[in-house]
């Protein structure tokens, strides 16, 4: 039972270079999240997904984008990356119902020179 | 917009109990969570509280709420080295599409033997 898997785990990107981050989960989960992680700033929701087919904007979209193709996957793309995007990159996924929290991913620790 | 409010350091000789202290803005939450993050992990789900409780117990943790005060804390009884950690606070709103959580910004916790 893998749960939510991120790949890849870490990332070092030039200013200007774009990438895919994949999320994959394994539990029939509705919804899906991307969230940035900087020091002293928690978790912020880039974007999320309440179905396949369907994305939402989230606290901090700009200079992401995301696709839901399939139930059990969500990527994140970053077009043209910039130093403000190095971050810890957490997906997560929750059933529908409204008492489950989320279950996380180990995140992907990406770096823009 | 909603807010949620955590200091961001606190450290507790090993033994002794811990209070984490978190604050948050949207009266219509209907649950809040805490999470737990190890160094170079994703987060896990630790405990929630529905917002009609006043308190919850699991083994060594106690939630309190206090809703009229918009005040939830975990108390962590006889904390271990193995405690040490970041926990972070979240509440899902309470009308949302989507089950969005939002995090406050953690709480490392260091435990001193």
């Known amino acids: 039972n893998a749960g939510v898997t991120q790949t890849p785990k870490f990332r070092v990107l030039k200013t200007g270079q774009s990438m895919t981050l994949l999320c994959a989960q394994d539990?029939?989960?509705?919804?899906m999240y991307w969230y940035r992680q900087d020091p002293g700033m928690g978790l912020r929701l880039i974007h999320y997904s309440v179905g396949e087919g369907t994305t939402a904007k989230g606290e901090v979209p700009d200079g992401y984008n995301v696709s839901r193709l399939k139930k059990q996957n969500f990527l994140l793309g970053l077009e043209s990356a910039a130093p403000s995007q190095t971050s810890v990159y957490f997906c997560?996924?929750?059933?529908?119902?409204?008492?489950?929290?989320?279950?996380f991913g180990s995140g992907t620790r990406l770096t823009v020179v | 917009g909603e807010d949620v409010e955590q200091s961001l350091f606190l450290s507790v000789r090993e033994g002794d109990s811990s209070v984490i202290n978190c604050t948050y803005t949207?009266?219509?939450?209907?649950?809040l969570y805490w999470y737990k993050q190890e160094p170079g992990a994703g987060l896990q789900l630790l405990t929630y509280?529905?917002?009609?409780?006043d308190m919850k117990q699991d083994q060594r943790l106690t939630v309190l709420l206090n809703k009229k005060d918009k005040h939830l804390s975990l108390r962590i009884a006889d904390t271990q080295t193995g405690d040490s950690a970041i926990y972070f606070c979240?509440?899902?709103?309470?009308?949302?599409?989507?089950?969005?959580?939002?995090f406050g910004q953690g709480t490392e916790l260091s435990v001193k033997p």
């Open positions: 949207d009266s219509s939450s209907t649950y």
């Open positions: 539990m029939n989960h509705e919804y």
């Open positions: 509280i529905f917002s009609n409780m």
């Open positions: 997560a996924s929750s059933p529908p119902d409204r008492v489950y929290g989320y279950t």
């Open positions: 979240a509440e899902k709103e309470g009308d949302n599409q989507g089950g969005k959580l939002i």
